[in-house]
């Protein structure tokens, strides 16, 4: 039987074990360029073994609801960070290790303007909007070595 994971909205509390909310949300913590532009600082820990930071730009296809969920995936080496370049939502998926295993999946549906960034070895969905255009800033590892594990479900769950 296909278990349903209910999509909750994108809280920065909720997703601290997983990462970082990356969001413009209450005042800035310092004005720079003569006041004329606030500065949200350091919002995101980036982690890298053995590599540098690289920015990508993603183009990603965007999925229906409900969605089957297959498969989830983590980088060992390297926090990843998907800054939407629009203001359109999309759906953030995760999951607790559970001793190397994926646990029971968690979804979020981001508010416009927030992005998200997993933390090193962090279970998560696919990049998945749910609108056009999927287009998205990506910050990630730049390395050699397997940065990737995926974990495919023997029964997919149901994201709604």
């Known amino acids: 039987m296909t278990e349903t994971i209910a999509i909750e909205p994108l809280t920065a509390e909720a997703f601290a074990p997983f990462g970082d909310v990356l969001e413009a949300a209450g005042a800035p913590d310092r004005l720079i360029n003569q006041g004329l532009c606030g500065r949200y600082h350091d919002r995101a820990r980036l982690e890298y073994v053995d590599g540098r930071a690289g920015i990508s730009l993603f183009q990603a296809e965007p999925r229906t609801l409900p969605l089957s969920l297959t498969m989830v995936e983590r980088h060992p ?3 990843q960070a ?7 939502p ?3 998926i995760v999951a607790p290790d559970e001793q190397g295993m994926p646990g029971r999946p968690l979804a979020f549906r981001t508010a416009p303007g927030q992005g998200v960034n997993y933390r090193r070895g962090t279970w998560h969905g696919v990049l998945t909007p749910l609108s056009e255009p999927g287009l998205f800033a990506v910050i990630d590892r730049i390395g050699e070595g397997a940065n990737l594990e995926e974990h495919w479900f023997e029964t997919p769950y149901r994201v709604a």
């Open 82 to 88: 998907f800054i939407p370049m629009t203001q359109n």
């Open 90 to 92: 999309f759906l953030v």
């Open 77 to 79: 080496l390297g926090s």
